[in-house]
């Protein structure tokens, strides 16, 4: 008998164990596997807001001798020479920039200025309502609504989580308000919510609809007067911007 050569046996072996397996398409049970999208993460397109305890040097291209360096007050201010007293918390670098070249520019020709944050203070939100715990919880990295609430102790027996409230300070007088549905967060590993510094975090005991009318009303128990001027809310709050309802879908 004739014996076949090497590399005509190996292409017969692969040819075999290809026919062995093509019968099991199509019939198997077995699992099949999906990529799955991977899990939100904040929006870090946003621009960063200054807020106090952010340190700011100031870079005068054509005024050297107003050169300086402020630290941001629990008020939100800072002191600037010919301005004076400035709120800054809540506007962005290039925003500042922009007012202090409209500010100056009545007492210059020629002007223009580098803000340079040279400290960015630690990140912090305030947890009030049906939370263990109302209090400010200092954090770095990334904070959910469920983390802080854990952070805050839990909530409270009645704590409505498919009506929880999150304020966010945009810089202006009136707040952008979120009203936000966790419930399948906690019970069923749903999505959670990504807060930014300085939100302020309400958890009711009743179910909200009214929002805007609800903040308008009782913004006083929410953001105590302390809180509200450290996070750069104007206070007394006059009115809300507007109001989004968040539910989050389960995750995949």
Do not use: W
Not at 35 to 58: A, K, M, T, V, Y
Not at 199 to 222: E, S
């Amino acid at each position: 008998m004739n014996r076949l050569p090497n590399p005509f046996i190996q292409l017969l072996s692969v040819a075999l164990l290809i026919g062995s397996l093509l019968p099991l398409q199509g019939c198997s049970t077995g699992m099949q596997y999906q990529q799955l999208p991977p899990p939100p993460s904040p929006d870090r397109e946003e621009e960063f807001r200054l807020g106090p305890g952010d340190i700011l040097q100031f870079v005068f291209y054509y005024q050297p001798e107003l050169q300086m360096i402020q630290e941001v007050r629990p008020d939100g201010m800072i002191s600037l020479q010919l301005l004076g007293e400035t709120m800054v918390t809540g506007l962005t670098p290039s925003e500042l920039k922009q007012e202090l070249v409209e500010a100056y520019s009545r007492y210059f020709d020629h002007f223009d200025v580098a803000i340079l944050v040279s400290k960015v203070a630690k990140n912090e939100v305030y947890v009030s309502g049906a939370a263990t715990l109302n209090q400010v919880i200092s954090y770095n990295g990334d904070l959910t609504v469920l983390r802080a609430l854990t952070q805050a102790g839990g909530v409270q027996m009645g704590a409505r989580l498919d009506s929880v409230l999150v304020i966010r300070n945009q810089g202006t007088s009136d707040p952008l308000v979120y009203k936000v549905n966790i419930k399948d967060a906690r019970e069923k590993g749903g999505q959670d919510f990504m807060l930014r510094n300085h939100d302020v975090l309400y958890v009711p005991t009743k179910n909200i609809t009214k929002v805007n009318q609800f903040v308008a009303q009782y913004i006083d128990g929410i953001i105590p007067r302390r809180v509200a001027v450290a996070f750069g809310f104007s206070y007394p709050l006059r009115g809300i911007k507007s109001t989004v309802d968040v539910n989050l879908p389960d995750a995949e």
